[in-house]
């Protein structure tokens, strides 16, 4: 999404978690039957208030509270925490802009209210001026009502591709105790936590900030939110960027085909990096080479990370290396990573910056879980169908295949006790206004031809191709978020066919590491 999830830094989470315990006011929405009128009638206004210590400057938090369950509007509440920047311009303002940084489990809250994720892109600066930037963290997330998982939904002795049928019963009854535990502790919470139920609250929030219509930026996850909003509220869209597309219609077993040979091409574009820029410290070594090195030690026998404290295996190694391959960024890190696991330089073997940024080692990853095997649950009723999938990912993946997403959630879900609100479906969206995508060419996350296909469904959308690497175009390239920004100012999209050159922004980047895609 997907990495399409958003990583907000510690110091976020943190400073996010107090904000939410604090005195931040909530208002309660209408039911079912009045989100269905018309325009913004009969939602009481949100009570804003200042977000606190380390928040940007003039940044507002709030709460709300919606059904958690929409088809019993007047029974339980559950919260959804928010957060706003005001239109510095307020004469000239156009309405809010609502942003979601991607996951599932990233926190569009944080990213607005702490990160300072969209105001530091200088082509970003006019949407500050005329926007009310308002983040928000989807149910079960961050600062909302959130998913609980007591028992750790990832276990080194279990692994994702099972080779026998008595591992596949053993990875079913893993995942189906570990997640009857998050339900234990969630409550019907974990019934609700699907995608379908977001796009609810989503149209309850335009009419709480008493907008006629939202624009909308959404980013990996964000951009399933906004594309299955548009089809439902089609009237109720002003202007929306879907910018590291997921096409959620997909079955789950061809988006993970499709990611598996963009992240295999991620790996090997990598490796033509290395070999030819000084700031690899694998130059002048066969960085493919050092890389399967270090997977075959793992499989073998294991490396040693001094963090988490114990051996890690090929498959947890892989998928911080798939962290790594999504943003061009961090191929310097994921460089000298490798070199710290294969031991080379003289140091002992430590593969502690390699399994760093997995998925499992974040705190996101049990909404990750979640959110997932309601949305991308995958059809493997037996170890015959598993196997035969994972065959063919090894096929279109030699090296990369012990990890992609949808994989993730292919071999997650398996056993898992929920059952899954908001499976791959049809879509479609007619009646909006415009909609710009934006994909970069080689994305490991969420694959160019995503983007394609969905581009084709969406009624006078716009593809905007960026000619180069990592997941979503704001992280990379300028032309990108230029012409994002001023889509969103005019509501023109720009001509058929418009490419970006990729580029980097050292504040962007900064900014992004702290609540952008991963």
Not at 197 to 222: F, M, N, P
Request: with cysteine.
């Amino acid at each position: 999404m997907v990495q399409h999830r958003a990583r907000v830094s510690r110091r976020v989470r943190r400073l996010t978690a107090a904000v939410c315990a604090t005195a931040v006011a909530a208002v309660v929405l209408p039911g079912i039957a009045r989100a269905q009128e018309p325009g913004p009638a009969g939602a009481e206004p949100i009570a804003w208030a200042d977000c606190g210590e380390g928040s940007v400057p003039g940044a507002q938090c709030a709460t709300v509270q919606v059904p958690l369950d929409w088809s019993r509007p007047r029974g339980e509440r559950i919260t959804l925490a928010l957060s706003r920047l005001p239109a510095r311009d307020p004469a000239n303002r156009i309405g809010p802009l609502l942003f979601n940084p991607g996951g599932p489990g990233g926190s569009g809250m944080a990213a607005v209210a702490y990160s300072d994720l969209l105001s530091a892109a200088p082509e970003f600066a006019e949407l500050r001026d005329r926007f009310d930037l308002i983040g928000f963290d989807p149910r079960g997330v961050g600062g909302s009502t959130p998913v609980t998982c007591p028992k750790p939904l990832h276990d080194p002795a279990v692994g994702a591709f099972p080779r026998t049928p008595a591992e596949h019963a053993g990875l079913k009854r893993f995942n189906k105790a570990a997640g009857s535990a998050c339900r234990a502790a969630t409550g019907a919470l974990m019934d609700h936590v699907d995608t379908g139920s977001v796009v609810r609250d989503v149209e309850a929030l335009r009419k709480a900030v008493g907008a006629e219509k939202i624009s909308y930026l959404g980013l990996s996850y964000g951009t399933e939110i906004g594309s299955l909003y548009a089809q439902r509220y089609p009237h109720r869209v002003r202007a929306m960027v879907l910018d590291g597309v997921v096409d959620h219609s997909l079955p789950t077993r061809r988006a993970a085909a499709d990611e598996a040979r963009a992240t295999e091409r991620a790996l090997h574009r990598f490796a033509d990096w290395c070999a030819g820029d000084d700031s690899c410290v694998l130059k002048g070594a066969d960085a493919l080479a050092v890389y399967d090195g270090v997977l075959a030690a793992a499989e073998a026998t294991g490396i040693n990370a001094s963090e988490p404290g114990r051996e890690v295996n090929a498959e947890e190694l892989t998928n911080g290396a798939y962290t790594y391959l999504t943003q061009p960024a961090t191929w310097p890190y994921l460089a000298g990573a490798l070199a710290a696991a294969a031991g080379l330089g003289g140091a002992p073997a430590d593969a502690s910056a390699l399994v760093a940024p997995a998925s499992f080692l974040q705190p996101e990853y049990d909404a990750y879980r979640t959110v997932g095997c309601h949305d991308f649950v995958s059809r493997t009723p037996g170890f015959p169908d598993m196997s035969a999938q994972a065959a063919r990912l090894k096929r279109i993946a030699p090296h990369t295949w012990r990890y992609s997403e949808f994989w993730d959630w292919t071999s997650g879900c398996a056993g898992w006790p929920v059952a899954p609100a908001n499976p791959p479906a049809p879509l479609a969206v007619h009646g909006a206004p415009p909609v710009l995508l934006v994909s970069t060419r080689y994305d490991a996350a969420t694959p160019h031809v995503w983007a394609e296909r969905l581009a084709a469904r969406i009624e006078g959308s716009s593809l905007l191709t960026v000619e180069g690497d990592g997941h979503t175009g704001i992280l990379n390239s300028g032309c990108a978020r230029g012409h994002e920004a001023r889509y969103l100012l005019s509501g023109r999209v720009p001509a058929a066919g418009t490419t970006c050159a990729p580029s980097r922004s050292a504040a962007v980047t900064e900014a992004l590491a702290g609540g952008g895609p991963r």
